[in-house]
């Protein structure tokens, strides 16, 4: 502690391996709830969500997609809706979570923004997202942009979740599904495959 005299030694707690070790080991699969943020019937950010769904499925995690057809605007309701009430059960019930927004003038759409505005920032003194993984997607219909991702890694900050380093943008997604709603093979499939 010579190195540190302005410190307490009493309030400084070194961390060690078994400090560090969970209380508790989950002994179920991993749980990530899925949200998007368009309500077009085909919405390419729903289509690249449901792509992450099956290669998170395929890792062995348990998914859950919310449908944000029929939820309100923010605070047009009570927290009791049916609709908001889904998606704070949804929110709780997770682990990690992806979104994915398509870019709007420069930004994540208002249908996504509603979502992240109906999650309380607090339940007692604690964010219900706090410590959650996040993964950040986007889609564009023009060319390529990080707009949207930018301002979801903002959000996920806000919520005090752990965002991982890869991200998504898709530029030109009506040119990236087939006609079964698929991804095709592409470039932007690598930041998934590492």
Known sequence: MHDLPN???AHLDTPTLDKLAPPT?????????????????????RLLTLEAERLLRHFGAETRVFDPHGLPMVDSVSPDHPKVRELRELSLWSEGQVWCS???HGAVTGVFKSQIDWLPL???????????????????????SFNAVNGLRVLGRWMR??????????????????????MKP????EPWER
């Open 7 to 9: 410190i307490s030694a």
């Open 102 to 104: 398509p870019e709007r």
């Open 122 to 144: 607090e339940m007692g003194s604690v964010r219900p997202t706090q410590g959650r993984t996040l993964a950040v997607m986007q889609v564009s219909g023009g060319s390529q």
């Open 161 to 182: 979740m752990v965002t991982i380093p890869n991200q998504s943008s898709v530029a030109k997604a009506y040119q990236e599904f087939d006609d079964n709603d698929r």
């Open 25 to 45: 080991v989950a002994t179920h699969a991993p749980r990530i709830l899925l949200l998007y943020g368009s309500l077009r019937e085909r919405s390419f950010s």
């Open 186 to 189: 592409s470039p932007y499939l």
